[in-house]
């Protein structure tokens, strides 16, 4: 009985002296720069046409969805776009992607889209035609460069 009365007043003891305390965090911005540490996977290049095997986490990440968006800081950024490019290339050689839509009107998807489906017409003059006033920021070689590996990448896989 003496024993059950000892077993309490030593957790007791314990605890004042702060030996069975739970450590203390480390503040939040040490927290947030641990858990990248533990989760990021550096990316080797933003080359559209380069090794894709540094994306296989982000290929974890996608598992079966159907569904991937993406979008960037800037409109109009080289990297941003080379790197979309990129993630296109690999959702559509290794998840099996053939749909992708984006942030233009109406009418530019549909040239687009016939352009994409058939491979007819100047895909330049369609972008020079349709990429004017707000939607400017995409009348770049990034993204023209773009849009054709994706045609030839859905008719070859």
Known sequence: MAR?????????LLLSMGAL??????P??????????????????TDPYGDLDDLRPFGRIVGNAQVVGMGEATHSSHEFFTMKHRVMRY???NKGFRTFALEASWSSGLRLDEYLLTGEGDLRKIMREEFQGAY?????????????????SSRCY
């Not at 059950?4 to 007791?12: F, I, W």
């Not at 400017?136 to 030839?152: G, H, I, K, Q």
């Open 136 to 152: 400017a920021w995409w009348n770049t070689e990034e993204y023209l460069v773009s849009r054709d590996p994706v045609y030839v």
């Open 91 to 93: 959702l559509v050689e």
């Open 28 to 45: 939040p911005e040490q927290r947030a720069l641990l858990a990248v540490e533990r989760s990021a996977h550096p990316l080797r290049t």
């Open 4 to 12: 059950h009365r000892l077993v309490p007043m030593l957790v007791l």
């Open 21 to 26: 305390a739970p450590a203390a965090l480390p």
